[in-house]
Nanobody, 125 residues
Framework: QVLLVESGGGVVQAGGSLTLSCASSGGTFENYRMGWFRQAPGKEREFVARISSSGSTTIYADSVRGRFTISRDNAKNTVILQMNSLRPEDTAVYYC??????????????????WGRGTQVTVSS
């Protein structure tokens, strides 16, 4: 059983930055692609970014490309989401999720095996 715990959320002004972290335990971290999703009130959970198990490949949602950066440290079982140039529309609960490297890559929530509880990010205008 994999346990994912997010941290680093908070309140920031538009244009500011936040760094989210996700610590993984209970599994072999290198066997999982890692993703970040977000869910705003009244909206469906949406894909934000994903990183391959080795860290060599990353993909981003169009809405965050060029502003957000996903990275991972396999020695520390941690995945990071660096968020810059934040906008009010980035306000949401951000979730970390893991996807087995033996499954086909995906960006839908249903394709991920394990989830954290989320961390709130609020961007004020």
């Amino acid at each position: 059983q994999v346990l994912l715990v997010e941290s680093g959320g908070g309140v920031v002004q538009a244009g500011g930055s936040l760094t989210l972290s996700c610590a993984s335990s209970g599994g072999t971290f290198e066997n999982y692609r890692m993703g970040w999703f977000r869910q705003a009130p009244g909206k469906e959970r949406e894909f934000v970014a994903r990183i391959s198990s080795s860290g060599s490949t990353t993909i981003y949602a169009d809405s965050v490309r060029g502003r957000f950066t996903i990275s991972r440290d396999n020695a520390k079982n941690t995945v990071i989401l660096q968020m810059n140039s934040l906008r009010p529309e980035d306000t949401a609960v951000y979730y970390c999720a893991s996807q087995s490297r033996w499954l086909a890559p995906g960006t839908t929530p249903s394709s991920y095996n394990y989830w954290g509880r989320g961390t709130q990010v609020t961007v004020s205008s």
